[in-house]
């Protein structure tokens, strides 16, 4: 595939280095001559410098030949317009990153005549990641498979979950409900697990079941109660919307913002939330505003040391659940060691979208297709929805007939409406999803974790 990405920010460099280390055909076009150049010198790509809505830069950057063109430069309305252009140039399909909130209410209407094959709001997707995470107290992260049927958790053992020294098969035989751990995180290991596999005290666990059975096990191992006080801090385009669906899902939502327009808009678009024109920073005031009393902390302030900051005070105050908002993918990772319940990143919210996208665009004319695709463990593991179009080489083969390649797990099959953790004795049937997780990149089809014959 050719892919021309427009805007070399967080999201278009980001987007960038995945699809150029997998060999996609990628050209870059931004203003920035200098940020080009750096962008040259790391990745194998081509790289324009000039405006991504002018008619003669695209020309010059390929996109009247492009599979796909993604603009996710500074402003909206330069990203809608480069589509238009794009679209009219010949691409095949466009993206635009679309982050205002009015504009993204009525981009159904738009779309159609802007001829967008999609359109993603980070800010949007990194409040619904952090709300499906609240929902689950006791998960670091919630992804979802099978249009919402089907949920992968983040799940840290601490000492009271009494699983320590457990292991795999042990856990499934004593709680006999239809959870899978699909994979491990030990430390700087990562492990995708057989029943053999014990588990330890700080390990993050990746299980994938339904919602219900989800539920069930945390209450068998005895889960946080659910929280109902939240304690938002920072009211940007995140806040907003994190505000507007906990508020929807009946919790008490206090926002702390700096800036006094905001907090003016805030009052006039979330009447029901309680709005403090403050600094976040201030822990007197975070005391005052009654951090020991919240079930949860968000902070979701424009500076990552910050957020980071805030979590740590909030971790000394004994909150529940504490999640921040850190972009820069180093610290990210440093701050997973140090006790926060979930890190999210905007920008990484928005790229996975996107890949996920380009994954299913790849695989359309083949016999399967990727529905969606969710990167974890800081990109070391890939979970994968496929959807089987057609009769293959491994469909109605027994499971325990076909032998995969080390470090690959088949996690879970939606079949109808049911939904099937795999035994020995189950095998893929047409019109399956099929959720596949792995350390191997550029998985494609299931063929490529089928160990060879």
Known sequence: MKIVIIGDGKVGHKLTIQLSEENYDVVLIDQNEGKLKEALNQLDILCITGDGADAKVQKEAGVPSADLVVACASTDELNMLSCLLAKRLGAKHTIARVRNPIYYQQIDLLKEDLRLSMAVNPELAAAFEISRSILLPDTAKVETFMKGKVEMVE?????????????????????????????????????????????????????????????????????????????????GKVGYYLAKQLLGLGMQVKIIEQDWKKCEDLCDQLPKATIICGNAADHDLLIEEGIEQADALVSLTGMDEENIILALFAKTKGVDKIVAKVNEDGRAQLVEELGIDLIVSAKTATADAIMSYVRARQNSLKNVNVESMYQLVGGRVEALEFIIKEKTEYTDIPFKDLELKPNNLIACIGRKRQIIIPDGDESIQVGDSVVIVTTQKKVQDITDILAEQ
């Open 155 to 235: 799940f840290i053992v601490k000492e009271r979950s009494h699983l320590g020294g457990v292991s795999l098969a042990e856990l499934y035989r004593k709680f006999q409900i239809k959870v899978l751990v699909c994979a491990v995180r030990r430390g700087s290991e990562v492990i995708i697990p057989n029943g053999d596999f014990v588990i330890h005290d700080g390990d993050r666990l990746h299980i994938v079941a339904s919602h219900k059975y989800i539920e069930e096990f945390f209450h068998l191992i005895g889960k946080r109660k659910e929280p109902k006080n939240i304690l938002v801090c920072g009211g």
